[in-house]
């Protein structure tokens, strides 16, 4: 694996560059190391891991609207990227606002089906569902809340009802 060392003259100021760093910086929001790790490793913003996983769908999956901002401005960047089980960015988000962000934002085509032929909607409420079955504390319902707010959201672009959300 490649790793590069950069910052001050002190080993301990030093901070280590790996192959996984700007997938890691993507999620986590850190726009300055993302950039800093794409430098090192020469790695274009439209870069996809060995699944297609790319820098938006990470941060598309932590709601990070700054970097996913930063990269619908940089060439080549595609909001609809599928990775290897077919699913965009939007796939992998679990909050109304990143979504909303991606579609109205970056124009990302919410319609588009995974390779099991799901769209985003249909795989949200199939997680959903999952979630509320399987619920065991506090911390769960937040992120059910939030869930719950994403399908809602999804089935408005739709113009249409849930059903399971009656």
């Known amino acids: 694996m490649a790793s590069f060392a950069f910052g001050g003259g002190d080993a301990g100021d030093q901070q280590v560059i790996e192959e996984s760093t700007p997938w890691v910086a993507a999620g986590d929001g850190d726009l300055a190391l993302l950039r800093k790790a794409m430098q090192k490793l020469g790695l274009a913003p439209s870069a996809a891991d060995n699944n297609g996983f790319t820098f938006v769908h990470a941060a598309a999956a932590y709601c990070r609207v700054d970097v996913l901002r930063w ?89 249409g009802k849930d059903e399971d959300m009656q």
């Open 71 to 159: 990269l619908f401005g940089q060439d080549g960047v595609d909001v609809n990227a599928a990775d290897a089980d077919g699913d965009t960015p939007l796939h992998h988000c679990d909050e109304k606002e990143a979504a909303r962000i991606l579609i109205e934002e970056g124009k990302a085509d919410w319609s588009v089906q995974n390779a099991e032929g799901k769209t985003v909607r249909q795989a949200k409420e199939e997680e959903l569902r999952e979630g509320e079955h399987d619920a065991e504390d506090d911390s769960d319902d937040e992120e059910i809340a939030k869930l719950r707010e994403l399908v809602t959201y999804l089935v408005s672009l739709e113009g």
